[in-house]
């Protein structure tokens, strides 16, 4: 019986093994260079946003306003074309996704990051004041720590969007799995079996991110369990007077 | 009476249009208890973090050892101002400050929460620091408690780790703001024990507390507050007999 007649056949999801793989690995990688430089770009924005200087805050909200707002599909692909026609910068498909992915996910980062170092009670920065820490060593050893606490979880769940996201990289011909998978669906006319191992990749990948992020998570709790009962107290009513 | 420490000069601050310190004058000699004492809302607390610029006062100026620390207003004064806050963390090293609610770094240990000034602030190694730390902290009795979490200790704990935390750095005057009020009640004794002993060392202390025992006790002199200015100030046993009106019912109301 011809091949070509089964209803489901997943031999050559086999023979494109490598193929696949490699495009896994790509896409990984995307979306951990990606998520690293937005985890950079994203600290430096927001504390930029929470600077005394209104020019720095001002810069910091357009960024943010701008990265949030604009679709992953037009930043890859103005990143990628509009650059190169523009201003003849020519960045190759791989750097160019990670710089898309890293802008895209540094937008909601900052704001993320932003509301972390918030969260920290204000009792925090005023004791390490007191002691007489310069006010970047207050932020370095005594804030940024316990607002790093804070944000693993929601910086987890961008690591898993940019896991995803990386799948639209493939407009740019970045060879990554979204690539490869639609390259051989088309050359073997199996698009069902191709997309759907592409589809149970990225499911996996997603599932292990998140076991790690809530194992990460639950390491620190003992951490966050304190500070809530520390906020707790800052509301009190009495500390206002006196 | 010893040589002057500290001065309050005319200081004043306000929150927006509300004015919560208002005209402060006071002079603290080296080896003083000076208790602060009114009804809630009357600027205490905000009279203790003006000494050392947790909260910078907009009007006057404080004189710590003979130096002057001020906020200059004017735009035009933008440079000075970013010197004098600049230096403010040489001021603040030389002042301790053990909050109501503790402030105790719970991402640190114990004995961590101890250390970190003694590095950052004080400069000393590591291995010295933490020598100097465990001293500080057995002296508060937490000698067994130095690698635990905050979270771990009970409310009366963390505010030793604190006392803790700014003795360590040998500071030369301690502000106490309202350190006992968030304790449970059988913890309280012992905070104030930790207190009167620090007092009977010669340490020079502004304290805020609605311990009236602990106050008239200890205090060398008394600082009655109102309405964001200093109504009277005394010994204790001036400010007991006082014959002003609004401290008498102050008094009267809390002592009965």
């Known amino acids: ?242 | 009476m010893s040589e002057t420490l500290l001065q309050l000069r005319n200081v004043g601050k306000r929150f927006g249009d509300h004015v919560v310190l208002k005209d402060i004058n006071l002079d603290i000699a080296k080896g003083e208890v000076v208790c602060v004492i009114g009804p809630s809302g009357s600027g205490k607390s905000t009279l203790l973090r003006c000494i050392n610029f947790i909260a910078p006062p907009e009007e006057g100026e404080v004189i710590f050892e003979g130096r002057t620390w001020k906020r200059f207003h004017s735009a035009f004064n933008f440079i000075a101002n970013r010197k004098y806050e600049a230096k403010l963390p040489t001021l603040r090293a030389e002042i301790g400050m053990v909050f109501q609610h503790f402030n105790v770094f719970p991402h640190m240990t114990a004995i961590e929460n101890v250390v970190l000034g003694l590095t950052k602030v004080r400069g000393n190694t590591r291995n010295v620091a933490r020598e100097i730390a465990e001293r500080s902290l057995r002296q508060v009795g937490l000698g067994d408690k130095l690698d635990q979490y905050p979270e771990k200790l009970s409310g009366g704990q963390k505010q030793r780790v604190a006392i803790a935390r700014a003795l360590a750095l040998n500071p030369k005057v301690m502000l106490f703001d309202e350190v006992t009020s968030a304790l449970d009640p059988e913890l309280v004794t012992g905070i104030l024990d930790e207190m009167r002993r620090l007092a009977s060392d010669g340490m020079t202390m502004v304290v805020v507390t609605h311990e009236m025992n602990f106050a008239f006790q200890v205090a060398t002199r008394i600082v009655f507050m109102d309405a964001g200015r200093i109504v009277t100030i005394g010994t204790p046993e001036e400010i007991r007999n006082t014959t002003e009106p609004r401290a008498r019912a102050f008094l009267s109301s809390i002592l009965g």
């Open chain 1, 1 to 242: 019986m011809d091949n070509s007649q089964l209803f489901f056949d997943f031999a050559p999801i086999w023979q494109a093994r490598t193929l696949l793989l490699e495009g896994f690995g790509i896409a990984m990688f995307s979306a951990v260079a990606g998520i690293f430089f937005a985890i950079l770009l994203g600290l430096i924005v927001a504390l930029m946003r929470l600077s005394r200087y209104r020019a720095l805050r001002a810069i910091a909200f357009t960024y943010t306003q701008l990265f949030r707002g604009v679709p992953l599909y037009v930043l890859v692909l103005w990143i990628y074309f509009g650059l190169v026609y523009a201003v003849g910068i020519d960045i190759p498909r791989i750097p160019s996704g990670i710089i898309a992915l890293a802008l895209l996910n540094s937008g909601y980062l900052s704001e993320t990051f932003r509301s972390g170092i918030l969260a920290v009670e204000k009792g925090q920065r005023e004791a390490g004041e007191a002691l007489g820490l310069r006010p970047w060593q207050v932020s370095r050893f005594i804030v940024l720590p316990q607002a790093g606490r804070i944000v693993v979880p929601p910086t987890g769940n961008q690591f898993v969007d940019a896991i995803k996201d990386s799948a639209i990289l493939s407009i740019i011909g970045v060879p990554e799995l979204m690539k490869v998978a639609q390259e051989q669906a088309n050359m073997y006319y199996r698009p069902f079996e191709f997309y759907t191992v592409a589809g149970l990749l990225y499911l996996i990948a997603v599932i292990i991110v998140s076991k790690g992020i809530s194992k990460l998570e639950q390491r620190l709790a003992r951490f966050s369990r304190a500070s809530k009962e520390a906020s707790s107290g800052e509301r009190r009513p009495s500390e206002v007077g006196g």
